[in-house]
């Protein structure tokens, strides 16, 4: 679904990125903090979180982690949209996946990622079983935690599709379409074009671009109407000769010029959770439910 404002998704950490390749990245719990702070700052309708190690920097699915990061977030922002990843890229047991959905209160999620096939990245995969995006769905459809959506290519969105006709997706849905790896849609006009028709009815979508392509598919996507995913876990360059590292911020501001440019306004936190059917955030998180009829 197209849309008057710009739904701005920011990704500060990922899994990849470390501190040997770029001093920008945000790695413990209070610099991811710190960062997302910036970020509402300069205007940011979502985050998607990775929680990483505090000795060793690696990723790590602990729920513990996790809940530092977003009740850090939460008492600056209490009504950001935060999602919490599921990645299957470093982690392959249910339990360690699901724990971050574990979470509640003013800890609980109101997303966490689901991506809708296995993905061949260049030195790695990120294995997605059918039975684990189904339980991933299954959890998250009992804990009244909206998926957020990966599809790298179009056939993950036929995927999408089926689960709904299962009934483990309602919409309306969110949906990152992630274009430029080496194994899948690419970074195209095509691509995104063929992705955006075969997303299922009441979609909002962001695109996202694979390193260099991070910058040309958001301003794809701004002047299209969709939204935009952004942040150092795509791409830590600032410019295409890869002469400058990156900062959120920096990424962050540029994305803000273009939208000004696109007559384009930040969808702010609180219309998305209208629009996504969440609720309203400050110490109320995750999907509305609908209310149960009287039976007396």
């Not at 990645?87 to 997303?111: H, I, N």
Request: hydrophobic fraction near 40%; aromatic fraction near 6%; charge should be negative.
């Amino acid at each position: 679904m197209d849309t008057d404002s710009l739904i701005i998704s920011f990704t500060p950490t990922g899994m990849l990125p470390t501190r040997a390749m770029t001093p920008h990245v945000p790695v413990s719990a209070s610099e991811i903090v710190e960062d997302v702070h910036r970020a509402v700052e300069v205007g940011i309708s979502m985050v998607h979180v990775h929680a990483r190690d505090e000795a060793t920097g690696e990723p790590t699915w602990r729920a513990d982690v996790y809940e530092r990061i977003v009740l850090g977030i939460r008492r600056f922002a209490p009504e950001l949209v935060i999602a919490v990843s599921l990645s299957g890229r470093t982690f392959q047991e249910y339990e360690k996946r699901a724990e971050p959905l574990s979470l509640d209160g003013w800890a609980k999620p109101d997303m966490g990622s689901l991506t809708l096939s296995s993905v061949n990245f260049n030195r790695q995969a990120s294995v997605n079983a059918p039975d684990m995006i189904q339980r991933l769905a299954r959890a998250m459809q009992d804990r009244n935690i909206l998926p957020e959506l990966e599809a790298f290519d179009s056939g993950m969105i036929n995927y999408a599709k089926y689960l709904e006709s299962k009934g483990l997706l309602q919409p309306p849905h969110y949906f990152n379409l992630l274009l430029g790896n080496i194994a899948c849609a690419q970074a195209d006009l095509l691509h995104a074009g063929v992705m955006i028709r075969d997303l299922p009815p009441q979609s909002y979508w962001s695109l996202a671009g694979i390193g260099d392509a991070q910058l040309p598919m958001n301003a794809v996507a701004i002047a299209m109407g969709g939204g935009v995913r952004v942040g150092l876990e795509d791409q830590i360059w600032y410019d295409k000769g890869r002469t400058r590292l990156a900062r959120n911020t920096d990424l962050l501001k540029r994305i803000h010029a273009l939208a000004d440019a696109n007559e384009r306004t930040l969808m702010t936190p609180s219309e998305l959770r209208q629009r996504l059917n969440l609720q309203a955030g400050n110490g109320d998180y995750g999907r509305r439910v609908a209310a149960q009829p009287d039976m007396q």
